[in-house]
C-alpha cells in the first residue's frame, strides 16, 4: 500500500534529471498425510465373526464370516484448490512455513552472518518470523492464482472479492465474527489501479468498472497473522507494447530491494532506484516516453497492525538521510510513469484507517460513534474500505464514517492519480532486517 510523501519532504527532493535483478525464491505447497488408523479394525471384526461361526456348530452349518469393506482413508490436499481455499496450515502442519530470500549483509556488517550473537538474537525471533513467512507463502498461493484467473471483461469488483475471499480463507479467519480480521486476514483492501491511477483504488459498492484489453493494472494486496503484515504488489498488461513500463519498475523495485541493509541511508536507496528505473523508455501506440519514477511516492517501514510506519523510503535521489536499522519491517515499492510522474488525489475513497495516534474527542454524532465502535472491535488500526463495512452488515454509515475523519481519528486514503491518459506501474516486495541476514519474505517465482 502506498505511502505518499508530504509535500514538506518533496521540496527537499533534488531530483537528477539526466536518466543514466533480483535472486527469486518460491515456494509450493508441501502436502501432509492424515487421516485415521483403521489398520486393525477388520482383524477384530473377524474374530468375532469366527467365534459366532463356532458357536452355531450344533445346527450342523457353519454361519458364513461377514466381512467389512475397508473403510477409504482421507487424503491431505496436497495442491492448492482452485479458487485457494484450503487453509495454508494444512500444508504445514508443524507451524514451519517456507523462508523467503535471505541476503548477506555487505561491507561492515558481514561479520552478522556467522556471530553467534546474532544467531541467538534471531532465534528468540522465531514466532514472529513464522506469522509473516505464513503471511507471505499465503501471498504467494493467493496472487498466483489471481495471476491466471484475472482476465479482461472482469469487474474490479469481482477481482478484488476473488482476492479478499481467498486470503481470507487461507488464513483461517473470515472476518465476520468480532474480531477475527484482528487476529488475521487482510492487511489492507485489493488495490486495483488502472492506467494513470497509482494507488489507493479498490471499488466500492455498486462499481462497474470493467477490465479492458489494452489496460495496465497495479495489483496490491496484504496478508496479515496477529498484525503482522505483508504488503507486495504486482502489475498487470495483456498487451506487450507495456513490457518495458513494467520491466523498468520492477528493476527498481529489485534494486531498491538489493541496496536496502543495516545502516544504509534512505536517499542512497532513492538514488539507486531512480538510476535504475528511467534508464528505460517504452513505446505505446508509435510514441516512445522515458520512463519517470514518481516522486511523491515512497516504500515505508511497517509496524504491528500498521500499514505505514514512521520511516518512508524515496525513489528518486536527494532528501532523508535517515538510515535503516536492525529489527525493521520495509515495504520497498517503486512506481514508474510516462506522465509527470507526480500523482494527486482524485476519485471516491474508498480505503480507510483509524490513526494509531487517534485524538480523544467528543464525538457529536450518534452514528460515528457507534462506526467507530465497529471499527475498534474488527480492525484496530488495520485499513479497511467502504465494501467491508457492507460485508459485516452495516449500512448508513457514510455520515459517521466522514465525522471521524474530519475529527482526526480515521484517516481516508483518497485514489492518487497521474496525468489521464498517462500509464503507471508498481512492484513491491516487503522485506525484514534480521540480526544476521535480510530476508526478503514476499519472494516467489513470478517476482
Request: proline share 5%; glycine share 10%; charged share 25%.
Given at each position: ?190 488495490g ?62 529489485n ?16 538514488a ?48 532523508d ?19 509527470k ?7 471516491e ?28 472491535k ?26 471521524l475523519?474530519?475529527?482526526g ?39
Open positions: 500500500m502506498a505511502a505518499q510523501v508530504p509535500a514538506a519532504e518533496l521540496a527537499k527532493l533534488k531530483l537528477n534529471s539526466n536518466a543514466t535483478n533480483g535472486k527469486s525464491k518460491g515456494s509450493a505447497p508441501n502436502g501432509t498425510k492424515t487421516g485415521g488408523d483403521e489398520d486393525h479394525e477388520d482383524s477384530d471384526d473377524d474374530a468375532e465373526d469366527d467365534a459366532g461361526a463356532n458357536g452355531s456348530a450344533t445346527t450342523g452349518a457353519a454361519k458364513k464370516k461377514k466381512k467389512r469393506k475397508p473403510k477409504k482413508k482421507k487424503a491431505a490436499a496436497k495442491v492448492q484448490s482452485d479458487p485457494p481455499r484450503v487453509p495454508i496450515s494444512n500444508f504445514y502442519p508443524n507451524g514451519q512455513y517456507p523462508v523467503g530470500e535471505e541476503v548477506e549483509y555487505k561491507n561492515e556488517n558481514a561479520y552478522r552472518t556467522t556471530s553467534e550473537e546474532k544467531r541467538h538474537l534471531d532465534r528468540m525471533n522465531n514466532d514472529f518470523l513464522q506469522e509473516y513467512r505464513q503471511g507471505a507463502e499465503i501471498h504467494r498461493q493467493v496472487r498466483q492464482w489471481a495471476q491466471k484467473s484475472i482476465k479482461p471483461g472482469q469487474t474490479l469488483t469481482e477481482i478484488a472479492e476473488g482476492i479478499e475471499d481467498s486470503v481470507r480463507a487461507l488464513t483461517g479467519h473470515p472476518g465476520l465474527e468480532e474480531g477475527d480480521a484482528i487476529k488475521g486476514g487482510m492487511g489492507f483492501p485489493t486495483l489501479n488502472i492506467n494513470h491511477v497509482a494507488a489507493h483504488y479498490s471499488p466500492n459498492a455498486g462499481n462497474k468498472w470493467i477490465l479492458q484489453e489494452k489496460d495496465v493494472m497495479k495489483v496490491d494486496f496484504g496478508v496479515h497473522i496477529n498484525g503482522r503484515i505483508v504488503d507486495s504488489a504486482w502489475t498487470m498488461a495483456f498487451d506487450p507494447q507495456y513490457d518495458n513500463l513494467l520491466n523498468a519498475v520492477q528493476d527498481g523495485t534494486t531498491g530491494v538489493r541496496e536496502a541493509g543495516i545502516d544504509v541511508r534512505m536517499s542512497d536507496i532513492g539507486a532506484i531512480q538510476e535504475a528505473m528511467e534508464s528505460y523508455e517504452v513505446t505505446i501506440e508509435g510514441t516512445t516516453y522515458p520512463v519517470k519514477c514518481i516522486r511523491n511516492l515512497n516504500g515505508h517501514t511497517i509496524g504491528q497492525w500498521q500499514i505505514h510506519g514512521g520511516k518512508s523510503v524515496p525513489i528518486v535521489k536527494g532528501g538521510q535517515t538510515k535503516m536499522e536492525e529489527g525493521e519491517t520495509y515495504a520497498i515499492e517503486t512506481f514508474g510513469s510516462t506522465g510522474g507526480y500523482v494527486r488525489d482524485d476519485m475513497v474508498s480505503h480507510y484507517a483509524k490513526r494509531a495516534d487517534a485524538p480523544n474527542v467528543p464525538l457529536r454524532v450518534s452514528s460515528a460513534r457507534t462506526l467507530l465502535n465497529v471499527i475498534n474488527n480492525f484496530g488500526t488495520l485499513p479497511f474500505c467502504r465494501r467491508y463495512l457492507d460485508r459485516l452488515g452495516q449500512d448508513k454509515y457514510l455520515l459517521g464514517l466522514n465525522n475523519v474530519s475529527s481519528i480515521v484517516e481516508g486514503y483518497p485514489p492518487l492519480v497521474d496525468t489521464k491518459g498517462s500509464y503507471t506501474a508498481q512492484f513491491e516486495h516487503t522485506f525484514l532486517l534480521r540480526p544476521t541476514v535480510k530476508e526478503v519474505i514476499s519472494r516467489g517465482d513470478d517476482y
